[in-house]
């Protein structure tokens, strides 16, 4: 069965440096999104991307944030300067349709920010 | 600020009974709506999803949805140990987006 894949699996950081996460959706898949789960807490929505560009996004993603798809396949988030509360687990989704459609999570990527 | 709600738990139900999971929402807007199954350190797996009111089966899992009530619930039958894992309710927000609720843990034993 076709799969969201993530890596790295475990990411550590320096408070300060920069981090990309990458993510190849479901090949067939039109939207794309970030999430992130800090521990203990809810999964909450980062950002939304179709057709190459950001479909809607959240608070958390301020100007330190930003989504790329540098080619066909890959989906990537980078965080410009982190933060010590950055640390989380960070979720790539991808759905094969808009808005009502199921999403389809990858295993995630562990930020760890020292 | 549109909100998610279920019952934190833990849920304990013995091996082989039903779990009943439960979820409101507040935006009367709400038009899709899901169940993730998330293991603890690990990605939320899709479980079901339903979009219309009353009820959709899929195995042993039953998707509940009353809109006017703006409620949704999960049942699982005949319930098995490795069903034990934190059960998140989502439901579709502006942009795609999903709106997940806190998650309630449950427990089968057996």
């Known amino acids: 069965e076709p799969e969201v894949t993530q890596t790295p699996s475990h990411q550590v950081t320096q408070m300060g440096q920069e981090v990309i996460l990458r993510c190849v959706p479901i090949?067939?898949?039109?939207?794309f999104y970030w999430y992130r789960q800090i521990l203990g807490q809810k999964v909450e929505f980062l950002v939304s991307?179709?057709?190459?560009?950001?479909?809607?996004k959240s608070e958390i993603f301020d100007d330190q944030f930003s989504v790329e798809r540098p080619d066909g396949s890959n989906f990537t988030l980078k965080i410009r300067s982190t933060k010590l509360e950055d640390s989380a687990m960070y979720f790539c989704?991808?759905?094969?349709?808009?808005?009502?459609?199921?999403?389809?999570f990858g295993d995630g990527t562990r930020l760890s920010i020292l | 600020q549109k909100e998610v709600e279920q019952n934190s738990g833990p849920l304990s139900v013995p091996e082989g009974a039903i779990a009943s999971l439960n979820c409101t929402y507040s935006?009367?807007?709400?038009?899709?709506f899901f169940w993730y199954r998330q293991y603890s350190g690990k990605s939320p797996e899709l479980i079901m999803f339903?979009?219309?009111?009353g009820d959709k089966e899929d195995g042993r899992f039953t998707a509940q949805l009353n809109k006017a009530s703006q409620y949704v619930s999960l049942l699982i039958r005949d319930s098995q140990p490795s069903d034990s894992a934190t059960y998140l309710c989502?439901?579709?927000?502006?942009?795609?987006?999903?709106?997940f609720g806190q998650g309630t843990e449950l427990s089968v034993k057996p």
């Open positions: 090949s067939n898949h039109l939207y």
């Open positions: 989704a991808s759905s094969e349709g808009g808005r009502h459609q199921p999403q389809h």
């Open positions: 989502a439901v579709n927000g502006q942009g795609g987006k999903l709106i």
């Open positions: 339903i979009y219309s009111n």
């Open positions: 935006d009367r807007g709400s038009q899709s």
């Open positions: 991307f179709y057709n190459n560009e950001i479909s809607e």
